[in-house]
């Protein structure tokens, strides 16, 4: 999937540098979120997810923090890497479906 | 590592035809899914399938398309007759929990 530059948010950071990616979501009784990395014509890429009775998870070089208070999800990866500049969504899914609703997506470029 | 796999990568139609997108699912994984994405925005989900059967699906998923499992190994997502606004990459995901779910690379699906 491609998502060539119309509209995306954009983070730029330096190689090195830590980055935070924000998603929102709106449905109070989702309780299951992923984060996915999409790069130029690919595929979503599972990267790490979170269940609603946590509001942290760690993984290599990603976190994921939940605010359910405020229907907040963010992803911070450590020393961010050329190869970690891709299109990151957020995907929520609640208790009862069994599809993903997916963000706008955040579009990661990372600066040499 | 195993992965969803889909054939073609990329399909053009004249739009009034019919088209089968092809994936197949990583093996023992029993939840099925199909998404687009229209170029530029974010993923949306068509139709899950578990057990033979669809299990939910999204108002996208209108009388023109359809899903099939024919063998123990492939998934289908048929197009009766194709529209220009089907334009989309079609991504194929499984998951072994019915919780997270892997994605193929897609189908660049273009109706001309």
């Known amino acids: 999937g491609e998502n060539v530059g119309l509209h995306l948010p954009t983070l730029s950071v330096q190689e090195g540098d830590n980055s935070i990616i924000n998603c929102a979501y709106s449905n109070s009784a989702s309780d299951y979120f992923i984060w996915y990395k999409q790069e130029s014509g690919k595929g979503p890429q599972f990267i790490i997810d979170?269940?609603?009775?946590?509001d942290k998870r760690q993984g290599q070089r990603v976190t994921v923090l939940l605010n359910k208070t405020v229907k907040h999800l963010s992803l911070q990866i450590a020393a961010t890497q050329p190869g970690d500049s891709a299109v990151y969504f957020c995907a929520e899914r609640d208790g009862y479906g069994q599809n993903f609703v997916f963000g706008p997506g955040t579009r990661l470029s990372v600066l040499p | 590592e195993p992965e969803v796999t889909q054939t073609p990568s990329h399909q053009v139609t004249q739009m009034g035809q019919e088209v089968i997108l092809r994936c197949v699912p990583i093996?023992?994984?029993?939840?099925f899914y199909w998404y687009r994405q229209i170029l530029g925005q974010k993923v949306e989900f068509l139709v899950s399938f578990y057990n033979n059967e669809i299990s939910e699906k999204s108002e996208i998923f209108d009388d023109q398309f359809s899903v099939e499992r024919p063998d123990g190994s492939n998934f289908t997502l048929k197009i009766r007759s194709t529209k220009l606004e089907d334009s989309a990459m079609y991504f194929c995901a499984s998951s072994g929990t019915g919780i997270e779910a892997f994605f193929g690379q897609g189908t660049r699906l273009t109706v001309v």
């Open positions: 093996s023992n994984h029993l939840y």
């Open positions: 979170i269940r609603s009775n946590m």
